[in-house]
């Protein structure tokens, strides 16, 4: 079969849409951040994921132009204002990089399952396989530098053992007693109270900087909720004694220029909340505590309705850039008839 007549599926042009509206968000943001950051480890990994960036959207614009599809729009140097004053600690990049580098693995290895044409699952199984190095080299250069956020030790098993009793799951009766959290909830608990650390700064620094009263509040609203989100997943630890995370100091400056457009912003807050909301479903089904499930679910449908007043936002001020789609034939249909 001649390859030029295999047309893309809605699932590669949904991958492809979305994979070029990321990596352009986050090459603006990793342009703005190249320009302050000094740290001599820190840099070279910025200039990597940001080349990396670069050149995905490179090859993406080739896949349009080769398939005919409309450019997305996008984010670009109109996006950016590249002479406002520093924003982020030079530890805050690269904890940005080594999370940013999380969400793309997740990202990638859907995008390469829901693929079928073969130069599609070969660029994003490449993009999985650059993010995968990235992220390594960035959890590395963390741990050498000792600005690394560990998960908690617990000790080894020294023997196997086997669920003797259907109250393992139990965690709602006050009255019975709760078993000690297990090391894949621990896992989960702490995973989620590092994404929910970076989101919470990362609204502190656009609620500052956006010139707009919508975006300031849902950016505070968000930081609220990240915290709020964070001491829930905390004291679940604490109650079976698991020392508390220590997350490194990821902090912003207290500059309140405008660094980066509100759509930009908006955008990135929807990404870290639709990341957010598959950590707590991967966690909800993973943990095995009724208790915790029912945690996670609740907290997915917070994270949900936050994330709809922000699409609200975006469309009220035409930031919203729409996804492709099918077109609604039954409507066309009708303006036939009215001509």
């Given at each position: 079969m001649n390859k030029k007549n295999v047309h893309l599926t809605a699932a590669e042009i949904a991958s492809v849409w979305a994979g070029y509206m990321n990596d352009s968000m986050t090459r603006s943001v990793l342009r703005f951040m190249l320009k302050h950051v000094n740290d001599?480890?820190?840099?070279?990994?910025?200039?990597?994921?940001?080349?990396?960036?670069?050149?995905?959207?490179?090859?993406?614009?080739?896949?349009?132009?080769e398939e005919n599809y409309a450019t997305p729009n996008g984010f670009s140097e109109q996006d950016i204002n590249m002479q406002a004053p520093w924003l982020f600690t030079d530890v805050f990049c690269l904890t940005y990089v080594t999370h940013m580098a999380r969400i793309g693995m997740s990202v990638y290895s859907g995008f390469v399952s829901m693929s079928i044409k073969k130069e599609i699952r070969d660029y994003f199984t490449q993009g999985l396989q650059e993010t995968i190095m990235l992220y390594?080299?960035?959890?590395?250069?963390?741990?050498?530098?000792?600005v690394n956020s560990r998960q908690p030790y617990i000790e080894p098993p020294k023997e196997i053992d086997y669920v003797n009793s259907k109250k393992y799951f139990n965690g709602f009766n006050p009255f019975s007693e709760k078993r000690p959290i297990n090391a894949v909830e621990i896992a989960h608990l702490y995973t989620n109270i590092q994404t929910n650390e970076i989101g919470s700064k990362l609204c502190?620094?656009?609620?500052?900087?956006?010139?707009?009263?919508?975006?300031?509040?849902?950016?505070?609203?968000?930081?609220?909720?990240?915290?709020?989100?964070?001491?829930?997943?905390?004291?679940?630890?604490?109650?079976?004694?698991?020392?508390?995370?220590?997350?490194?100091?990821?902090?912003?400056?207290?500059?309140?220029?405008?660094?980066?457009?509100?759509a930009l912003m908006m955008f990135h807050m929807s990404l870290m909340m639709s990341a957010g909301v598959g950590n707590y479903s991967t966690a909800a089904a993973a943990s095995q505590r009724a208790d915790l499930q029912m945690n996670y679910q609740r907290l997915s449908l917070e994270v949900a309705e936050l994330a709809k007043s922000g699409a609200d936002i975006m469309i009220d001020h035409h930031w919203f850039?729409?996804?492709p789609g099918i077109k609604d034939r039954e409507k066309l249909a009708k303006q036939k008839g009215k001509g």
């Open positions: 001599p480890e820190i840099k070279p990994l910025i200039q990597q994921s940001y080349d990396i960036a670069v050149h995905r959207i490179e090859q993406l614009q080739q896949v349009f132009e390594n080299q960035a959890t590395q250069t963390a741990l050498e530098k000792g502190l620094a656009f609620a500052q900087t956006s010139p707009s009263k919508d975006v300031q509040n849902f950016m505070i609203k968000s930081k609220n909720m990240a915290q709020k989100h964070i001491k829930i997943f905390v004291n679940e630890m604490l109650k079976d004694d698991v020392g508390a995370p220590q997350v490194p100091d990821v902090g912003v400056s207290d500059s309140t220029t405008q660094t980066f457009s509100d850039e729409q996804p």
